[in-house]
């Protein structure tokens, strides 16, 4: 968004620095649902993630069919990434991933701290709102 500060043109947003662009390769290409994620349902298996950080000047945000052509150029990119992903097992040949594992303990203890955090807020607003409720329409006795 821009903003015309005395005839001249002003950006209004803070500046972009980076553009990150994430590939996620799934196990035979079926992603994994909300369902499975959240319950544990499917199989185990490894997910491949692949990044790319681009400087913000190389995007061309301020003309809308360059910025098309440039996203047109990145997905077609992406798209021959995953077809050698699923045809070689690497997203470049000779490139060589990091392999990431959550123990038990630590995906359970990351729960925990989720769950309570929300009891915990939850309990803190809900005070709130009554102390509001009281001051509101309690009369004083």
């Not at 590939?23 to 649902?33: C, E, K, M, Q």
């Not at 061309?60 to 098309?68: C, G, N």
């Not at 997905?75 to 021959?80: F, G, H």
Request: glycine share 6%.
């Amino acid at each position: 968004m821009r903003a015309v500060i005395a005839g001249r043109k002003a950006d209004t947003r803070p500046p972009i620095k980076y553009v990150l662009d994430v590939t996620i390769a799934y196990p035979n290409g079926i992603p994994l649902s909300l369902a499975t994620f959240g319950l544990g349902t499917r199989e185990k298996c490894d997910i491949a993630v692949h990044y790319k950080i681009y400087d913000a000047d190389e995007v061309p945000f301020e003309d809308e069919e360059k910025l098309r052509d440039w996203m047109y150029k990145v997905y077609k990119e992406k798209d021959d990434m995953l077809a050698r992903y699923y045809e070689t097992g690497e997203f470049n040949a000779g490139e060589r991933g990091t392999r990431i594992s959550f123990s038990w303990a630590k995906i359970i203890g990351m729960y925990a701290f989720w769950f309570a955090s929300f009891y915990f807020q939850y309990r803190v607003y809900s005070w709130l709102i009554k102390q509001v409720f009281y001051l509101a329409f309690v009369p004083n006795v």
